[in-house]
């Protein structure tokens, strides 16, 4: 009843700005009355024995001429609830059909093998019916997975393995090998870094900074990383532009300057050089800001401003094209027409300062 209760505050507080279940839950359960103990919201509870004692309850009493409602509603809210998890999946990557959905944890618990009444069928079932290719990792339970799905589903070896070119992972049992998973895990391996907390192992704020995230008792907009956001001007001595190809949602086969968010700990100068060097593999060393931009259609909540670096001496360790990571120089007739947001802009603003600031060799902070 408890977790069934929890679990509709949770869903709740999904619709709420800034609320988060966790917070709520430690507030009730201060009240010595109702304790802290199963007050954790998650995607519902399983196994073999809560679902089997209430129905037997709720049997006996009927045959004693009454109704227990409130177990009729534990037993309603927990049915649903697993389908949480699919709809916050639809709020990241919109329609699941055709995106390659995975699942990590299928036992009931951690801890077990045990798969009896567990809510990871109920959710892998629906992602197939939304269409979506579904893989599959649980540490222990993959054999019971297999008498269940068959072959409607791919099995995964380990976590990594199975977050691998995927669109979007859902976090169903809390195994200590997910609670070790880092944001930068997801970001490296999946095509589209999107994740759906179920059991709320994760941290928001770590997460939400660096990858589509989403969990269950989580407002809207719970968290937004309040860093800066850089995208970076590389510039070759042949004055021609690095711009990469995006493949993740919304900038999915346009072209962007280079960049990401300035973690807590860093100068924007290392966080140009980060970003660079994981998102393309080339290792460059900004020397200059060159611009700095913001404009409201990069976030509905903030100006997220964009810092445009200009890089003097690239030391040959960048080439002119590099195919296989798709990122490469263009010159200024070369530019694609579509560029992902605002960054035209940029580029355009770049392309008629530059000739004027570039050869003098003073420093240039603009904007």
């Known amino acids: 009843m408890k977790v069934s209760f929890i679990n509709m505050i949770a869903n709740l507080c999904q619709k709420i700005p800034n609320c988060d279940v966790t917070a709520v ?32 309850l709720n049997n006996f009493a009927r045959k004693n001429g009454l109704t227990l409602p409130l177990i009729d509603a534990t037993l309603q809210v927990n049915d649903v609830q697993p389908f949480i998890m699919v709809d916050l999946a639809r709020q990241l990557i919109g329609k699941l059909s055709n995106h390659r959905v995975v699942v990590l944890g299928l036992a009931f618990k951690p801890g077990t093998d045990d798969m009896r009444e567990a809510i990871s069928i109920k959710i892998v079932n629906m992602l197939l019916n939304e269409g979506a290719e579904v893989t599959v990792y649980d540490p222990a339970a993959i054999s019971n997975a297999k008498e269940i799905f068959r072959d409607s589903v791919n099995y995964a070896s380990s976590a990594i393995d199975c977050i691998c070119n995927a669109d979007c992972a859902l976090i169903v049992t809390e195994w200590d090998e997910f609670k070790n998973l880092k944001p930068e895990d997801f970001v490296r391996h999946m095509r589209i870094p999107a994740v759906v907390d179920g059991r709320r192992i994760f941290i928001p704020q770590a997460f939400s900074s660096k990858l589509r995230f989403a969990a269950i008792g989580l407002g809207v907009n719970e968290y937004f990383n309040p860093a800066l956001a850089v995208n970076a001007m590389i510039v070759s001595d042949s004055e021609k532009i690095l711009l990469v190809r995006r493949t993740i949602e919304p900038f999915n086969g346009l072209w962007s300057l280079p960049g990401g968010f300035v973690e807590y700990d860093e100068t924007v100068e290392e966080a140009l050089t980060r970003e660079v060097e994981e998102e393309t593999g080339l290792k460059i060393r900004p020397k200059q800001i060159f611009d700095v931009f913001s404009h409201p259609l990069r976030s509905p909540v903030k100006h997220v401003v964009t810092i445009c670096y200009l890089a003097d001496v690239l030391g040959g360790s960048l080439k002119s094209s590099n195919e296989n990571l798709e990122a490469r120089f263009f010159s200024a007739n070369e530019i694609p027409s579509r560029l992902a947001f605002d960054h035209h802009e940029i580029v355009e603003k770049y392309m008629k300062l530059q000739r004027e600031y570039w050869k003098t060799g003073q420093g240039l902070v603009y904007g």
Not at 28 to 52: T, V
């Open 25 to 56: 839950a430690e507030g009730i359960g201060l009240d010595k009355r109702i304790g802290e103990h199963f007050l954790r919201a998650g995607a519902g509870w399983g196994g073999s024995c809560w679902l089997k004692d209430l129905n037997a």
